[in-house]
């Protein structure tokens, strides 16, 4: 990192944060660093690579100045996901040079390793950047790993075919205990997809209505308004969708007083995937199939 300077590396976080501000809802890692890297002429060290590793050195250098950033509380990261924070958006309105604006989260990310617990009162600088560069490596190391396993994970679900993605949820609500009655056949399905009930012979109420979307683009209100017009009031509504829901969708849903919609995005499916995986069968597990893998935790 000795060939960067820190206003470079402030210029190349404050327009990362411009490109985040864009996207309220967070954006895909890979995603934020490929438009960044458009705004940039890179010198040769920059755009050059690792030799060990391969990876980007542009790359690289980003993500290890945005932990100060998320240190500061600037910016959250969650599964290839990166967010810039209200605190992130006013600290670049309130340091407008790139250098002050890189040298403060790099104090305030001082400020947070001082608090950790174990760490000693003072350490000299030289041990000081070299205990930095560890916890970053590690960090990024795991942020990298982190976003790849979802990245690929979110790929599988969205080139399934979609009556595949149909069965897979069905097979995750058996999994979770539920009693599938009917998961619909190819051709019009009337904005419901399955029906599961709390028993076998689907008698005691709720009955569960499922709408599943393997879609790109989030749902938004009018989307999520026409699968409520067919959920009863003593039915339970599911809508499963890939894209996620926009803002406004997940209010609507909330709001609702006379019907219960639970809205799933890729996020949760997962997590539910994941959570209930050892009920799966081995077909359901054969439709995304995990393995765990395990990586050394960075300090939170």
Known sequence: MAEITRQ????????L?????LHPEGIQAGLALEK??????LSAYESGIYEASGAPRFDKIVRFATVDCVKAGWMLKHKGIWTV??????ATEQFKDPTEFYREACRLYAQWRASQPGETSAPSETNETLLEVEEKT??????????????EIEQHLRKMPPYDFQDLVADLLRAMGYHIGWVSPPGRDGGVDIIANTDPLG??????KVQVKRVGQRVDTDGLRSFI????EDDVGLFVSTGGFTRDAEAFARNQERRKITLIDSERLIDLWIQ??????DKARARMPLTPIYFLTPKS
Not at 17 to 21: A, D, G, P, Q, S
Not at 36 to 41: D, E, N, Q, T
């Open 203 to 208: 008698t005691r109420p709720p009955r569960i």
């Open 229 to 232: 017009a067919i959920v009863n």
């Open 85 to 90: 924070t209200d605190e992130g958006l006013a």
């Open 138 to 151: 590690t960090s990024v190391t795991f942020e990298q790993a982190e976003e790849q396993a979802w990245t």
């Open 276 to 281: 209930f995986y050892g009920k799966l069968d």
């Open 8 to 15: 470079r590396t402030g210029a190349f976080l404050k327009k």
């Open 17 to 21: 944060f411009e490109i985040l501000r």
């Open 36 to 41: 960044l890297r458009g705004h940039f002429s």
